[in-house]
């Protein structure tokens, strides 16, 4: 069981229905300005789980009415589209009567549930009778993955985490702990009814271990410091608290602080893992939980916000979906993050309605020359930003093309950022700023007719320098044209579709889309289905694209690690 999307009604300013679909796209970012509605959103989600209601002090629940529109008093409804078994869902009943109820229910794949927000009430769409919707969806919710929220804003990790001498629901900080007590075999509740002080300090040593080997090794990725040199400290105070302390190694001697002393950027950081981590809600598959990021990683450096969307590209790899906002550029690295999934949240022209669009939906306010034009003037920044002095950049024709090249020249074009532009033309314009700039730029144009146009044309306006920085797509079987799709052989896009479990007649950009939204492992498979005539057509854009910078730096790699060899 997996959630397929998320549709909000009448939640504050969403009047609706705003959806967010997580079928096939396990990473979305959602940019827009101060005030747009993103963190509405976010919380939106967050509330159709009732094992929810009680974090961040059921602050998600509240003021739920639309101040804009007050006169507006329909409820707000929180929808979840869920793929789901017929078998899975008869075994997610938990009372006897319900099940033989319904085991003569037509087959089916997917079913909605809806919550109401004012009631806390579920319904369900294949089930009529109202009050055995409520029990039956509760019984399904229970069972779905977990949705975890992350706003390090509101919430900061606790130093101190009483302990209950009974078992009860476990949420909150309490919660967390206790999955780290669990990954040991033990439980929070172990080390207050253990007699032994020793067992007792050998179980809290288990888990410093447990969590320091994941929670050091994550930090270390991302910051600038020397992340080894963290570490935290478990103590149990007065046989009913845990108390948390981080512990700095200087040379020989170490440092124990609170762990609100730490910086803004390490308290969100470890709030951030541990909530992945070491989630309190143990049913669900784990590679489906929705993490909700709430500006994510606000409080680091430009550095660390890089290393950071390289880490929140791999969770939604290995384990689960991400819907994520952000004002800053860092965070939507196009190396990492598919454009074509970016969501502009903004106000409707009368400023009271929350609306969604894709960024290839959303119109730009001057003459567009990128694909991530968009991006930039929803953040407010300068498409420069987005590249560093030191990057070299790659300028095609469109985001479809920038896919392929990332896909099947993605070991050999790791030292570049690939810039997608809008057409021929497009590359053409973008080229002045990239020389007055003083940019490390190839532009490579598709070698058809409109292609070759600009292309002779650029030489002839930027002189000779500049134009051994230009180049055509190469056309080894001398075709009257060669754009990007045409380097691929005849039977290959049919390949990739039929592997991709797309219709054998997808168009290039479906499958491009498709292949640089999956897993590592599966861009792998995508590389050695293709055929060595269409490796043959990349390793030779390659080796055009290398002898362009063999002059001024080292070749990027040996013709040994080029693709398919």
């Not at 079928?23 to 989600?45: H, R």
Request: charged residues 30%.
């Amino acid at each position: 069981m997996k959630y397929n999307k998320f549709i909000i009604k009448n939640h504050r300013a969403i009047d609706g229905p705003l959806e967010i679909n997580i079928k096939k796209n396990k990473l979305v970012p959602l940019i827009g300005a101060n005030e747009s509605g993103k963190t509405t959103i976010l919380q939106a989600i967050f509330a159709f789980d009732y094992a929810n209601d009680k974090e961040y002090e059921g602050r998600h629940l509240k003021e739920l009415r639309n101040f804009y529109n007050p006169q507006d008093k329909n409820p707000a409804i929180i929808e979840a589209e869920i793929s789901i078994r017929k078998i899975d869902f008869l075994n997610c009943i938990s009372d006897d009567t319900l099940r033989t109820k319904y085991a003569d229910l037509p087959t089916f794949s997917e079913i909605t549930i809806s919550r109401n927000l004012d009631t806390k009430d579920y319904s369900i769409s294949i089930i009529e009778n109202v009050e055995d919707g409520k029990v039956i969806a509760k019984d399904i919710v229970s069972r779905l993955p977990y949705i975890i929220y992350n706003d390090d804003f509101i919430e900061r990790p606790k130093n101190e985490i009483p302990i209950p001498e009974k078992t009860t629901e476990l949420y909150g900080w309490l919660g967390i702990y206790e999955r780290a007590f669990n990954k040991i075999n033990s439980s929070v509740f172990d080390i207050i009814k253990e007699p032994e002080e020793n067992i007792k300090l050998g179980i809290l040593s288990d888990v410093e271990a447990e969590i320091n080997k994941t929670l050091i090794k994550e930090w270390g990725k991302i910051s600038l410091d020397d992340g080894s040199c963290l570490s935290i400290k478990l103590q149990l105070e007065n046989n009913n608290t845990l108390k948390v302390q981080i512990v700095e190694k200087k040379g020989n001697t170490d440092r124990f602080f609170r762990i609100e002393e730490r910086s803004k950027g390490f308290l969100w950081f470890f709030n951030f893992v541990m909530k992945i981590k070491y989630n309190p809600k143990a049913n669900g598959s784990n590679n489906d939980i929705i993490y909700l990021l709430d500006e994510p990683g606000s409080y680091l450096h430009s550095v660390a916000q890089e290393r950071l969307c390289h880490m929140i590209k791999n969770i939604s790899n290995k384990d689960g979906k991400v819907i994520y906002c952000t004002h800053t550029h860092h965070l939507l690295d196009p190396k990492y993050i598919p454009t074509k999934y970016i969501y502009i949240v903004q106000k409707d022209k009368n400023k009271k309605n929350i609306e969604l669009s894709k960024i290839t939906e959303v119109k730009t306010d001057v003459k567009k020359m990128s694909e991530l034009q968009p991006v930039y003037e929803a953040l407010g920044v300068a498409d420069w930003d987005f590249f560093t002095q030191k990057q070299k950049i790659i300028l095609v024709e469109g985001i479809h093309d920038k896919y392929a090249l990332e896909v099947f020249l993605r070991k050999q074009l790791t030292g570049y950022i690939i810039m997608p532009c809008v057409n021929a033309e497009s590359i053409y314009n973008n080229l002045p700023r990239m020389i007055a700039y003083n940019k490390k730029y190839i532009a490579i144009w598709d070698n058809d007719d409109e292609g070759k146009e600009y292309y002779q044309k650029a030489k002839r306006s930027f002189g000779k320098i500049e134009e051994n920085k230009m180049l055509l797509l190469p056309n080894l079987k001398k075709k009257r044209k060669v754009r990007m799709e045409e380097m691929f052989e005849s039977n290959d896009l049919k390949k990739l579709a039929l592997f991709l479990e797309m219709p054998e007649n997808s168009s290039y950009s479906n499958i491009m889309t498709s292949i640089i939204c999956s897993s590592d492992e599966t861009i792998e498979k995508c590389l050695d289905i293709v055929s060595s005539e269409t490796k043959d057509n990349f390793n030779e854009l390659f080796n055009m694209i290398n002898s362009v910078y063999s002059s001024s730096q080292k070749p990027l790699k040996a013709e040994s690690e080029m693709v398919g060899v």
